[in-house]
């Protein structure tokens, strides 16, 4: 059974620093996605890694995966208070006729103060 | 385009009651999958409809249904609620011809079982 693991579960940043949230998976999967969601809010898409090294960026988040470690890093760079929210990563466990099943970790709940 | 679109957004239900939950896709999107979302358990996958078949479905008791429409829109129902049912109900949908498994989430329908 896959099993996604996040850590730190709890971030607390000041404005301007860097910090690096993780993701590890414990089964073989080549397609990794990272979601934000703000209070009381629904989940939005920010990173969807299909591949081994995949890298991409927005903003000041960065996202990377890992497949021969089973592991995916979103990087954040010089943060400000509107990224305080909650970031899942989520890992494909089927391949099946293209069945979509994510198995989703615990979230990173990331508050950036002043 | 529209995004996804559930209703009730919010509904309060006792023990015992049933309730059915509606999640209308993004437009041409027909995969539609169901997570349950806690405090304690997080995000869990429920069950995925593609052109009106089930084709995978998480670890719930029978008591968590859906179903797809030919037009896509799909519902979920809970039969005797009890209080640990009471959660946020995410739908989300893909759409096949991207093939990257991203899901887009809708707001969700918030349970609360008194």
């Known amino acids: 059974e896959l099993k996604v693991e996040q850590n730190p579960l709890f971030l607390s940043m000041q404005e301007g620093k860097n910090y690096t949230i993780y993701c590890n998976y414990s089964?073989?999967?080549?397609?990794l996605y990272w979601y934000r969601q703000d209070p009381g809010k629904s989940l939005e898409s920010l990173f969807v890694?299909?591949?081994?090294?995949a890298v991409k960026q927005e903003g000041r988040l960065m996202a990377s995966l890992d497949t021969k470690a089973r592991l995916s890093t979103l990087h954040i760079t010089a943060a400000v208070h509107d990224l305080s929210a909650t970031y899942f990563c989520?890992?494909?466990?089927?391949?099946?006729?293209?069945?979509?099943?994510?198995?989703f970790g615990k979230g990173t709940k990331l508050t950036v103060n002043p | 385009k529209a995004g996804v679109t559930q209703t009730p957004r919010y509904l309060i239900k006792t023990r015992g009651q049933q309730v059915t939950l509606s999640c209308s896709p993004i437009?041409?999107?027909?995969?539609v999958s169901w997570y349950q979302q806690t405090p304690g358990q997080g995000l869990q996958f429920l069950f995925e409809?593609?052109?009106?078949?089930?084709?995978n479905k998480g670890n719930f008791p029978g008591r968590f249904s859906g179903r797809q429409f030919s037009n896509s829109r799909s519902e979920m129902n809970v039969s005797t609620l009890e209080l640990g049912d009471s959660a946020l109900y995410l739908c989300?949908?893909?759409?096949?011809?991207?093939?990257?498994?991203?899901?887009?989430f809708g707001e969700g329908s918030r349970l609360t079982v008194l």
């Open positions: 989300a949908s893909s759409g096949r011809g991207q093939n990257t498994g991203e899901l887009f």
């Open positions: 409809y593609f052109s009106e078949t089930q084709r």
């Open positions: 437009s041409g999107h027909r995969s």
């Open positions: 089964t073989t999967s080549d397609r």
């Open positions: 890694l299909l591949s081994n090294g």
């Open positions: 989520a890992v494909d466990s089927t391949r099946q006729g293209g069945s979509e099943k994510l198995v």
